[in-house]
């Protein structure tokens, strides 16, 4: 397979958001704010492609009955190392993802790459799914956040443009429900 259709595929056929309805709770949670939804994307991609990386580097030594709490503490050492950055770095947005920042550990996208691609691929292939599979998500938590912040509160990126209010609904839970479903129906129109 091709450098740029490992990278393609996470973005459109495989977008783990939109296609295959994964991470749903950090989706539906973070993305209130485009920040929130491109900081918790580009987190998951951070520990996506690290841990990718790594885990297909040992495979090939890991027993089979030990495989999955070994890619587990791999990703947690990962998040571990994300959380420290984050709060030395970004302190304002660390706070703001909370407690789904180490719920990255567990995230079915970071451990399900893990095990059905960077665990039976080479270092280069791991590392451009994991890119691939990231900004997926990552575009995807972006657009859910930013079409939540213009219905919700009339702003982009914080920079208010439309006056007043807004519909509250988009900054809450039914609001993430509605608008994630017509934009994976927008998506696969457009896919295909």
Request: glycine fraction near 10%; include cysteine.
């Amino acid at each position: 397979m091709s450098k740029f259709r490992l990278i393609a595929d996470g973005l459109v056929k495989n977008n783990p958001t939109f296609v295959l309805l994964l991470g749903m709770c950090p989706t539906l949670a973070t993305t209130t704010s485009a920040v929130n939804g491109l900081s918790m994307g580009l987190a998951t991609l951070f520990v996506l492609v690290l841990s990718n990386i790594a885990i297909s580097l040992i495979a090939p030594v890991t027993p089979d009955k030990v495989h999955i709490p070994v890619y587990i503490v791999v990703i947690a050492t990962f998040v571990t190392l994300l959380q420290f950055i984050m709060q030395a770095y970004t302190p304002a947005i660390y706070e703001a993802l909370g407690l789904f920042i180490p719920l990255i550990v567990v995230n079915c996208i970071v451990l399900g790459r893990a095990e059905a691609f960077a665990s039976k691929n080479g270092v280069g292939a791991s590392a451009l799914d994991g890119i691939g599979i990231g900004l997926g998500f990552t575009a995807a938590l972006t657009v859910l956040g930013l079409v939540r912040e213009i219905l919700g509160s009339g702003s982009a990126f914080g920079f208010k443009f439309i006056p007043g209010d807004g519909m509250l609904a988009f900054v809450m839970a039914p609001g993430a429900f509605l608008a994630l479903g017509y934009l994976m129906v927008l998506f696969n129109k457009l896919k295909k």
